[in-house]
Protein backbone atom coordinates (compact mmCIF):
# COMPACT_ATOMS: atom_id res chain seq x y z
CA UNK A 1 0.00 0.00 0.00
CA UNK A 2 0.84 3.71 -0.21
CA UNK A 3 3.30 4.81 2.48
CA UNK A 4 1.71 7.74 4.67
CA UNK A 5 1.78 11.15 4.41
CA UNK A 6 4.90 12.62 5.11
CA UNK A 7 6.81 9.76 3.25
CA UNK A 8 5.00 10.42 0.61
CA UNK A 9 5.42 13.79 1.02
CA UNK A 10 2.06 15.17 -0.33
CA UNK A 11 0.42 18.00 1.47
CA UNK A 12 -2.29 18.29 3.36
CA UNK A 13 -4.16 19.81 6.50
CA UNK A 14 -4.67 18.47 9.41
CA UNK A 15 -8.19 19.15 10.45
CA UNK A 16 -11.16 17.70 8.84
CA UNK A 17 -13.21 21.09 7.21
CA UNK A 18 -16.41 21.05 4.63
CA UNK A 19 -15.63 22.18 1.24
CA UNK A 20 -17.64 23.39 -1.21
CA UNK A 21 -16.70 21.79 -5.47
CA UNK A 22 -18.93 23.70 -7.59
CA UNK A 23 -17.61 21.26 -10.23
CA UNK A 24 -18.03 17.98 -8.81
CA UNK A 25 -21.21 15.63 -9.02
CA UNK A 26 -21.41 14.20 -6.01
CA UNK A 27 -21.63 15.26 -3.63
CA UNK A 28 -21.16 19.48 -4.10
CA UNK A 29 -20.25 19.09 -0.04
CA UNK A 30 -17.32 17.09 1.20
CA UNK A 31 -15.26 16.54 3.79
CA UNK A 32 -11.70 17.42 3.89
CA UNK A 33 -9.81 14.65 5.19
CA UNK A 34 -6.20 13.59 5.87
CA UNK A 35 -4.13 9.92 5.26
CA UNK A 36 -3.92 9.64 8.58
CA UNK A 37 -7.62 9.47 9.23
CA UNK A 38 -8.79 6.97 6.55
CA UNK A 39 -11.13 4.13 7.91
CA UNK A 40 -10.42 0.54 7.07
CA UNK A 41 -12.60 0.25 4.97
CA UNK A 42 -11.67 3.50 3.62
CA UNK A 43 -8.95 4.06 0.54
CA UNK A 44 -7.88 7.28 -1.39
CA UNK A 45 -6.72 7.64 -4.82
CA UNK A 46 -5.97 10.61 -6.85
CA UNK A 47 -7.17 12.53 -3.20
CA UNK A 48 -10.40 11.46 -3.36
CA UNK A 49 -11.16 9.35 -0.65
CA UNK A 50 -13.89 6.18 -1.21
CA UNK A 51 -15.98 3.26 1.44
CA UNK A 52 -15.52 0.00 0.35
CA UNK A 53 -17.82 -1.25 3.07
CA UNK A 54 -20.79 -1.84 0.72
CA UNK A 55 -18.74 -2.14 -2.86
CA UNK A 56 -18.57 -5.26 -4.43
CA UNK A 57 -15.85 -5.20 -5.63
CA UNK A 58 -15.53 -7.62 -9.36
CA UNK A 59 -11.97 -9.04 -8.30
CA UNK A 60 -13.07 -10.30 -4.49
CA UNK A 61 -12.98 -9.02 -1.24
CA UNK A 62 -9.34 -8.85 -0.97
CA UNK A 63 -9.18 -5.34 -2.14
CA UNK A 64 -9.71 -4.61 1.72
CA UNK A 65 -6.58 -6.03 2.92
CA UNK A 66 -5.44 -1.79 1.53
CA UNK A 67 -8.06 -0.51 3.73
CA UNK A 68 -6.96 2.51 5.36
CA UNK A 69 -4.34 3.60 2.85
CA UNK A 70 -3.90 5.95 -0.28
CA UNK A 71 -3.84 3.33 -3.18
CA UNK A 72 -3.32 5.78 -6.31
CA UNK A 73 -0.95 4.07 -7.63
CA UNK A 74 -2.17 0.29 -6.70
CA UNK A 75 -5.69 0.92 -8.34
CA UNK A 76 -3.83 2.25 -11.76
CA UNK A 77 -1.32 -0.29 -11.81
CA UNK A 78 -4.01 -2.85 -11.55
CA UNK A 79 -6.93 -1.34 -13.86
CA UNK A 80 -5.03 -0.19 -16.28
CA UNK A 81 -8.15 0.73 -18.78
CA UNK A 82 -10.25 2.13 -16.45
CA UNK A 83 -11.06 5.56 -16.41
CA UNK A 84 -13.20 7.82 -13.80
CA UNK A 85 -16.67 6.60 -14.68
CA UNK A 86 -15.23 3.21 -13.02
CA UNK A 87 -14.68 5.07 -9.67
CA UNK A 88 -18.44 6.33 -9.77
CA UNK A 89 -19.34 2.85 -8.74
CA UNK A 90 -17.58 3.76 -5.27
CA UNK A 91 -19.22 5.76 -2.70
CA UNK A 92 -17.21 9.41 -2.50
CA UNK A 93 -17.02 10.48 1.03
CA UNK A 94 -13.99 13.02 0.93
CA UNK A 95 -11.16 14.11 -0.40
CA UNK A 96 -7.08 15.09 0.42
CA UNK A 97 -6.65 18.86 -0.11
CA UNK A 98 -3.80 19.53 -2.12
CA UNK A 99 -2.97 15.82 -2.64
CA UNK A 100 0.29 15.20 -4.76
CA UNK A 101 1.34 12.04 -6.32
CA UNK A 102 5.12 11.14 -6.88
CA UNK A 103 4.09 9.19 -10.00
CA UNK A 104 2.17 10.80 -13.37
CA UNK A 105 0.01 8.73 -15.56
CA UNK A 106 -1.36 8.58 -18.75
CA UNK A 107 1.74 9.91 -20.72
CA UNK A 108 2.22 9.12 -24.41
CA UNK A 109 4.13 6.15 -23.82
CA UNK A 110 1.56 4.44 -21.55
CA UNK A 111 -1.57 4.98 -23.59
CA UNK A 112 0.53 3.73 -27.03
CA UNK A 113 1.73 0.16 -24.94
CA UNK A 114 -1.83 -0.30 -23.41
CA UNK A 115 -3.75 0.43 -27.18
CA UNK A 116 -0.92 -1.98 -28.58
CA UNK A 117 -0.48 -4.62 -26.34
CA UNK A 118 -4.78 -4.86 -25.58
CA UNK A 119 -4.90 -5.29 -29.50
CA UNK A 120 -2.86 -8.84 -28.59
CA UNK A 121 -4.74 -9.45 -25.46
CA UNK A 122 -8.34 -8.56 -25.63
CA UNK A 123 -10.08 -7.73 -22.61
CA UNK A 124 -11.32 -10.23 -20.05
CA UNK A 125 -9.13 -12.56 -21.85
CA UNK A 126 -6.03 -11.33 -19.99
CA UNK A 127 -6.23 -14.37 -17.35
CA UNK A 128 -4.99 -17.85 -16.88
CA UNK A 129 -5.02 -19.84 -20.29
CA UNK A 130 -5.38 -24.07 -20.42
CA UNK A 131 -1.84 -23.61 -21.10
CA UNK A 132 -1.01 -22.44 -17.50
CA UNK A 133 -3.59 -24.19 -15.62
CA UNK A 134 -1.70 -27.28 -16.97
CA UNK A 135 1.44 -25.71 -15.83
CA UNK A 136 -0.05 -25.18 -12.90
CA UNK A 137 -1.80 -28.17 -12.55
CA UNK A 138 1.76 -29.75 -12.53
CA UNK A 139 3.49 -28.06 -10.31
CA UNK A 140 0.88 -28.64 -7.92
CA UNK A 141 0.51 -32.47 -8.79
CA UNK A 142 4.52 -32.46 -8.08
CA UNK A 143 4.49 -31.10 -4.56
CA UNK A 144 2.21 -33.23 -3.68
CA UNK A 145 4.41 -36.45 -4.48
CA UNK A 146 7.15 -34.94 -3.05
CA UNK A 147 5.38 -34.25 0.14
CA UNK A 148 4.02 -37.81 0.48
CA UNK A 149 7.21 -39.17 -0.02
CA UNK A 150 9.04 -36.55 3.01
CA UNK A 151 5.87 -38.03 5.09
CA UNK A 152 5.73 -41.40 4.49
CA UNK A 153 9.47 -42.41 3.55
CA UNK A 154 11.43 -40.43 5.84
CA UNK A 155 14.20 -37.93 4.77
CA UNK A 156 17.02 -37.91 2.74
CA UNK A 157 19.12 -35.39 0.74
CA UNK A 158 17.91 -35.78 -2.31
CA UNK A 159 14.34 -35.69 -1.62
CA UNK A 160 15.16 -32.60 0.51
CA UNK A 161 16.28 -30.66 -2.57
CA UNK A 162 13.97 -31.72 -4.82
CA UNK A 163 11.66 -31.34 -2.16
CA UNK A 164 12.57 -27.70 -1.74
CA UNK A 165 12.46 -27.27 -5.51
CA UNK A 166 9.15 -27.99 -5.93
CA UNK A 167 7.89 -25.65 -3.37
CA UNK A 168 9.49 -22.86 -5.38
CA UNK A 169 7.78 -24.01 -8.42
CA UNK A 170 4.38 -23.32 -6.34
CA UNK A 171 5.86 -19.72 -5.49
CA UNK A 172 6.92 -19.22 -9.20
CA UNK A 173 3.92 -20.58 -11.21
CA UNK A 174 1.11 -21.27 -8.99
CA UNK A 175 0.35 -19.01 -5.80
CA UNK A 176 1.68 -15.72 -7.90
CA UNK A 177 -0.66 -14.96 -10.28
CA UNK A 178 -3.47 -16.02 -8.45
CA UNK A 179 -2.52 -13.28 -5.73
CA UNK A 180 -1.99 -10.71 -8.60
CA UNK A 181 -5.60 -11.74 -9.00
CA UNK A 182 -3.97 -13.01 -12.75
CA UNK A 183 -5.20 -16.70 -12.73
CA UNK A 184 -8.51 -15.94 -13.06
CA UNK A 185 -11.72 -13.89 -13.40
CA UNK A 186 -13.27 -15.94 -10.19
CA UNK A 187 -11.70 -14.32 -6.87
CA UNK A 188 -12.28 -17.59 -5.42
CA UNK A 189 -10.13 -19.29 -8.05
CA UNK A 190 -7.76 -16.40 -6.82
CA UNK A 191 -7.94 -16.68 -3.50
CA UNK A 192 -7.66 -20.57 -3.13
CA UNK A 193 -4.76 -20.94 -5.51
CA UNK A 194 -3.43 -17.56 -3.70
CA UNK A 195 -2.72 -20.07 -0.16
CA UNK A 196 0.23 -21.78 -1.96
CA UNK A 197 1.86 -19.04 -0.24
CA UNK A 198 0.67 -20.70 2.68
CA UNK A 199 1.87 -24.41 1.72
CA UNK A 200 5.51 -23.50 0.88
CA UNK A 201 6.13 -21.38 4.40
CA UNK A 202 4.90 -18.00 3.32
CA UNK A 203 1.73 -15.78 4.01
CA UNK A 204 -0.69 -15.15 0.91
CA UNK A 205 -1.89 -12.14 2.99
CA UNK A 206 2.26 -10.91 4.24
CA UNK A 207 3.06 -10.93 0.46
CA UNK A 208 0.34 -8.92 -0.69
CA UNK A 209 1.23 -6.77 1.30
CA UNK A 210 4.96 -6.83 0.33
CA UNK A 211 5.07 -7.67 -3.12
CA UNK A 212 1.96 -5.11 -4.52
CA UNK A 213 3.84 -2.39 -2.15
CA UNK A 214 7.21 -3.16 -4.17
CA UNK A 215 5.43 -2.87 -7.27
CA UNK A 216 3.94 0.38 -6.60
CA UNK A 217 6.96 1.89 -5.99
CA UNK A 218 9.53 -0.46 -7.96
CA UNK A 219 13.23 0.49 -6.90
CA UNK A 220 12.09 3.42 -4.83
CA UNK A 221 14.75 4.67 -2.47
CA UNK A 222 12.60 4.95 0.35
CA UNK A 223 8.91 2.51 -0.32
CA UNK A 224 10.14 -0.64 -1.76
CA UNK A 225 10.32 -3.03 0.69
CA UNK A 226 12.09 -5.33 -1.33
CA UNK A 227 14.93 -3.00 -1.65
CA UNK A 228 15.99 -3.28 1.72
CA UNK A 229 14.40 -6.20 3.10
CA UNK A 230 18.02 -7.76 3.25
CA UNK A 231 20.00 -4.51 4.79
CA UNK A 232 21.69 -5.03 7.18
CA UNK A 233 23.49 -7.86 5.45
CA UNK A 234 22.95 -6.83 1.89
CA UNK A 235 22.77 -3.78 -0.06
CA UNK A 236 20.13 -3.49 -2.99
CA UNK A 237 20.27 -0.10 -2.96
CA UNK A 238 22.75 1.80 -4.20
CA UNK A 239 23.45 4.18 -1.50
CA UNK A 240 25.43 7.73 -2.18
CA UNK A 241 29.13 7.43 -1.17
CA UNK A 242 28.88 8.31 3.19
CA UNK A 243 25.39 7.09 3.25
CA UNK A 244 24.74 5.89 6.98
CA UNK A 245 23.85 2.15 6.00
CA UNK A 246 26.85 1.48 4.19
CA UNK A 247 29.50 -0.60 5.75
CA UNK A 248 32.83 -1.84 5.37
CA UNK A 249 31.59 -5.49 4.85
CA UNK A 250 29.46 -4.58 1.83
CA UNK A 251 32.13 -4.19 -0.16
CA UNK A 252 32.73 -7.27 -0.06
CA UNK A 253 29.26 -8.82 -0.18
CA UNK A 254 29.18 -10.18 -3.80
CA UNK A 255 31.36 -13.18 -1.96
CA UNK A 256 28.23 -13.83 0.47
CA UNK A 257 25.37 -12.94 -1.15
CA UNK A 258 24.11 -16.27 -2.40
CA UNK A 259 24.68 -17.03 1.37
CA UNK A 260 22.36 -14.51 2.55
CA UNK A 261 19.99 -15.61 0.28
CA UNK A 262 20.09 -19.21 1.41
CA UNK A 263 18.29 -18.46 4.43
CA UNK A 264 15.21 -16.87 3.30
CA UNK A 265 13.13 -20.03 3.77
CA UNK A 266 14.18 -19.83 7.85
CA UNK A 267 13.49 -15.75 7.80
CA UNK A 268 9.66 -17.04 6.47
CA UNK A 269 8.48 -19.83 7.99
CA UNK A 270 9.62 -18.64 11.75
CA UNK A 271 8.97 -15.05 10.92
CA UNK A 272 6.52 -14.02 13.79
CA UNK A 273 5.08 -11.36 11.84
CA UNK A 274 2.36 -13.71 10.60
CA UNK A 275 1.10 -13.44 14.31
CA UNK A 276 -0.12 -9.92 13.29
CA UNK A 277 -0.09 -10.39 9.26
CA UNK A 278 1.57 -6.95 9.53
CA UNK A 279 4.67 -7.14 7.04
CA UNK A 280 7.16 -5.08 8.84
CA UNK A 281 9.08 -3.78 5.42
CA UNK A 282 5.93 -2.31 4.01
CA UNK A 283 4.90 -1.11 7.48
CA UNK A 284 8.12 0.81 7.82
CA UNK A 285 7.41 2.97 4.46
CA UNK A 286 3.87 3.82 5.92
CA UNK A 287 0.81 1.16 4.84
CA UNK A 288 -1.42 0.59 7.66
CA UNK A 289 -2.76 -2.69 8.51
CA UNK A 290 -5.26 -3.24 11.10
CA UNK A 291 -7.99 -3.07 9.28
CA UNK A 292 -11.05 -6.02 10.14
CA UNK A 293 -10.03 -7.76 6.53
CA UNK A 294 -6.52 -8.35 8.14
CA UNK A 295 -7.05 -8.90 11.57
CA UNK A 296 -9.95 -11.31 10.63
CA UNK A 297 -7.38 -13.23 8.92
CA UNK A 298 -4.71 -13.92 11.59
CA UNK A 299 -6.46 -16.87 12.82
CA UNK A 300 -5.80 -18.47 9.53
CA UNK A 301 -2.68 -17.77 8.36
CA UNK A 302 -1.35 -19.06 11.89
CA UNK A 303 -3.49 -22.76 11.60
CA UNK A 304 -1.67 -23.38 8.11
CA UNK A 305 2.07 -21.85 8.98
CA UNK A 306 1.27 -24.57 12.22
CA UNK A 307 0.57 -27.21 10.23
CA UNK A 308 3.89 -26.11 8.01
CA UNK A 309 6.44 -26.35 10.91
CA UNK A 310 4.88 -29.83 11.63
CA UNK A 311 4.90 -31.30 8.21
CA UNK A 312 8.21 -30.01 7.55
CA UNK A 313 9.84 -29.72 10.96
CA UNK A 314 8.18 -31.92 13.93
CA UNK A 315 7.08 -34.81 12.05
CA UNK A 316 10.61 -35.73 10.21
CA UNK A 317 12.47 -35.31 14.18
CA UNK A 318 9.56 -37.26 15.82
CA UNK A 319 9.54 -40.12 13.53
CA UNK A 320 13.69 -40.12 12.68
CA UNK A 321 15.12 -38.25 15.91
CA UNK A 322 16.78 -35.69 16.49
CA UNK A 323 19.99 -35.42 14.94
CA UNK A 324 22.21 -33.91 12.43
CA UNK A 325 21.24 -35.78 9.63
CA UNK A 326 17.45 -35.37 9.97
CA UNK A 327 18.13 -31.55 11.06
CA UNK A 328 20.44 -31.61 7.56
CA UNK A 329 17.72 -32.71 5.08
CA UNK A 330 15.42 -29.94 6.71
CA UNK A 331 17.57 -27.32 6.34
CA UNK A 332 18.66 -28.36 2.83
CA UNK A 333 14.85 -27.97 1.71
CA UNK A 334 15.08 -24.72 3.05
CA UNK A 335 18.11 -23.74 1.32
CA UNK A 336 17.12 -25.38 -2.33
CA UNK A 337 13.68 -23.67 -1.80
CA UNK A 338 15.79 -20.31 -0.98
CA UNK A 339 18.05 -19.77 -3.79
CA UNK A 340 15.87 -21.27 -6.33
CA UNK A 341 13.13 -18.48 -5.56
CA UNK A 342 15.70 -16.22 -4.13
CA UNK A 343 17.87 -15.62 -6.59
CA UNK A 344 15.56 -15.75 -9.38
CA UNK A 345 13.59 -12.34 -7.20
CA UNK A 346 17.16 -10.45 -7.14
CA UNK A 347 18.05 -10.80 -10.95
CA UNK A 348 14.49 -9.29 -11.61
CA UNK A 349 15.76 -5.25 -10.57
CA UNK A 350 19.64 -5.33 -9.95
CA UNK A 351 21.37 -4.94 -12.68
CA UNK A 352 23.93 -2.99 -14.33
CA UNK A 353 21.97 0.66 -15.53
CA UNK A 354 18.97 -0.44 -13.80
CA UNK A 355 17.30 2.23 -12.50
CA UNK A 356 17.95 2.35 -8.64
CA UNK A 357 16.11 5.65 -7.55
CA UNK A 358 13.13 6.48 -10.37
CA UNK A 359 12.09 9.62 -8.56
CA UNK A 360 15.40 10.71 -6.97
CA UNK A 361 14.61 10.78 -3.23
CA UNK A 362 18.33 9.68 -2.72
CA UNK A 363 20.10 12.60 -4.89
CA UNK A 364 17.44 15.08 -3.64
CA UNK A 365 18.59 18.02 -1.28
CA UNK A 366 16.08 18.63 1.40
CA UNK A 367 12.79 20.32 0.84
CA UNK A 368 14.21 20.25 -3.05
CA UNK A 369 11.19 19.62 -5.25
CA UNK A 370 11.01 17.05 -8.23
CA UNK A 371 8.71 16.25 -10.85
CA UNK A 372 7.12 13.26 -10.77
CA UNK A 373 8.49 10.36 -12.47
CA UNK A 374 6.15 8.56 -15.33
CA UNK A 375 5.00 5.26 -13.56
CA UNK A 376 5.16 3.28 -16.78
CA UNK A 377 8.30 4.29 -17.52
CA UNK A 378 9.43 3.59 -14.54
CA UNK A 379 8.38 0.00 -14.59
CA UNK A 380 10.60 -0.63 -17.77
CA UNK A 381 13.68 0.97 -16.56
CA UNK A 382 14.04 -0.80 -13.22
CA UNK A 383 13.24 -4.38 -14.28
CA UNK A 384 14.78 -6.81 -17.14
CA UNK A 385 13.58 -9.38 -19.19
CA UNK A 386 15.44 -12.33 -20.03
CA UNK A 387 15.26 -15.75 -22.11
CA UNK A 388 11.60 -16.41 -23.12
CA UNK A 389 8.57 -19.14 -23.29
CA UNK A 390 10.72 -21.50 -21.99
CA UNK A 391 12.32 -20.04 -19.30
CA UNK A 392 8.88 -18.59 -18.44
CA UNK A 393 7.44 -22.02 -17.68
CA UNK A 394 10.33 -22.78 -15.09
CA UNK A 395 9.79 -19.27 -13.48
CA UNK A 396 5.95 -18.77 -14.03
CA UNK A 397 6.60 -15.97 -16.09
CA UNK A 398 8.84 -13.95 -13.94
CA UNK A 399 11.47 -13.65 -16.37
CA UNK A 400 9.50 -11.43 -18.15
CA UNK A 401 9.91 -8.60 -15.25
CA UNK A 402 9.23 -6.06 -17.51
CA UNK A 403 5.75 -7.09 -18.68
CA UNK A 404 4.91 -8.33 -15.46
CA UNK A 405 5.54 -4.82 -14.39
CA UNK A 406 3.91 -3.38 -16.64
CA UNK A 407 0.81 -5.57 -16.44
CA UNK A 408 0.64 -6.96 -13.00
CA UNK A 409 -2.86 -8.42 -12.99
CA UNK A 410 -2.43 -9.94 -16.79
CA UNK A 411 -1.29 -13.80 -16.26
CA UNK A 412 2.43 -14.72 -17.20
CA UNK A 413 0.81 -16.94 -20.01
CA UNK A 414 0.71 -13.90 -22.46
CA UNK A 415 3.61 -12.11 -21.46
CA UNK A 416 5.63 -13.83 -24.46
CA UNK A 417 2.90 -12.64 -26.87
CA UNK A 418 3.14 -8.88 -25.90
CA UNK A 419 7.37 -9.41 -24.86
CA UNK A 420 8.27 -8.16 -28.60
CA UNK A 421 5.59 -5.46 -29.29
CA UNK A 422 6.45 -4.00 -25.37
CA UNK A 423 10.42 -3.74 -26.77
CA UNK A 424 9.02 -2.26 -29.71
CA UNK A 425 7.28 0.82 -28.37
CA UNK A 426 10.44 1.32 -25.80
CA UNK A 427 12.68 1.16 -28.60
CA UNK A 428 10.11 3.98 -30.33
CA UNK A 429 9.95 6.28 -27.05
CA UNK A 430 13.43 5.94 -25.94
CA UNK A 431 12.90 3.92 -23.11
CA UNK A 432 15.25 1.70 -21.78
CA UNK A 433 14.40 -1.86 -22.38
CA UNK A 434 17.07 -4.29 -20.44
CA UNK A 435 17.09 -7.67 -22.37
CA UNK A 436 19.49 -10.70 -21.39
CA UNK A 437 18.93 -13.79 -24.29
CA UNK A 438 20.36 -15.96 -21.22
CA UNK A 439 19.83 -15.93 -17.30
CA UNK A 440 23.17 -16.76 -16.84
CA UNK A 441 23.66 -12.91 -18.35
CA UNK A 442 21.28 -12.14 -16.34
CA UNK A 443 22.96 -13.20 -13.00
CA UNK A 444 26.74 -12.19 -13.95
CA UNK A 445 24.95 -8.34 -14.38
CA UNK A 446 23.67 -9.09 -11.32
CA UNK A 447 27.02 -9.95 -9.22
CA UNK A 448 28.33 -6.87 -11.05
CA UNK A 449 26.01 -4.36 -9.82
CA UNK A 450 25.82 -5.77 -6.11
CA UNK A 451 29.65 -5.29 -5.71
CA UNK A 452 29.24 -1.81 -7.57
CA UNK A 453 26.59 -1.04 -5.24
CA UNK A 454 28.26 -2.93 -2.15
CA UNK A 455 31.59 -0.68 -3.03
CA UNK A 456 29.37 2.53 -3.77
CA UNK A 457 31.93 2.81 -6.92
CA UNK A 458 29.18 4.48 -8.96
CA UNK A 459 29.38 7.56 -6.46
CA UNK A 460 33.34 7.49 -6.76
CA UNK A 461 34.84 10.09 -9.32
CA UNK A 462 38.03 9.07 -11.47
CA UNK A 463 40.31 11.42 -11.47
CA UNK A 464 41.53 10.12 -14.65
CA UNK A 465 38.38 10.73 -16.39
CA UNK A 466 38.23 14.79 -16.57
CA UNK A 467 35.24 14.82 -14.67
CA UNK A 468 34.39 17.45 -12.40
Given at each position: ????????????????????????????????????????????????????????????????????????????????????????????????KDYQCEYSFDSEFEREIKREVFKIVRRGREFGTVGWYARAAFYVGLYCYFQYLWLTQGTSWQLAILYGISQSFIGLNVQHDA??????????????????????????????????????????????????????????????????????????????????????????????????????????????????????????????????????????????????????????????????????????????????????????????????????????????????????????????????????????????????????????????????????????????????????????????????
Amino acid sequence: MAPDAEKLRQRHTGKEELVTDSTATVPTTETIRTLETLKGTEVCIDGVVYDLQNFEHPGGESVLVFGGNDVTVQYKMIHPYHSEKHLEKMQRVGIVKDYQCEYSFDSEFEREIKREVFKIVRRGREFGTVGWYARAAFYVGLYCYFQYLWLTQGTSWQLAILYGISQSFIGLNVQHDANHGASSKNPVINNILGLGADFIGGSKWLWMQQHWTHHSFTNHGEKDPDAFGAEPFLLFHDYPAGHPKRKWFHGFQVFFYLIVLAGYWLSQVFNPEVLDLRQRGAQGVGIKMDNDYTVQRRKWAILIRLYYIYVHVVHPIVNEGFNLRVVGNIMLLGVAESLFLAILFSLSHNFENADRDPTHVLEQKKGQKTEPADWFKAQVETSCTYGGFISGCVTGGLNFQVEHHLFPRMSSAWYPFIAPKVREICKKHGVHYAYYPYVWQNLISTLKYMHAAGTGSHWIKNPLSGAN
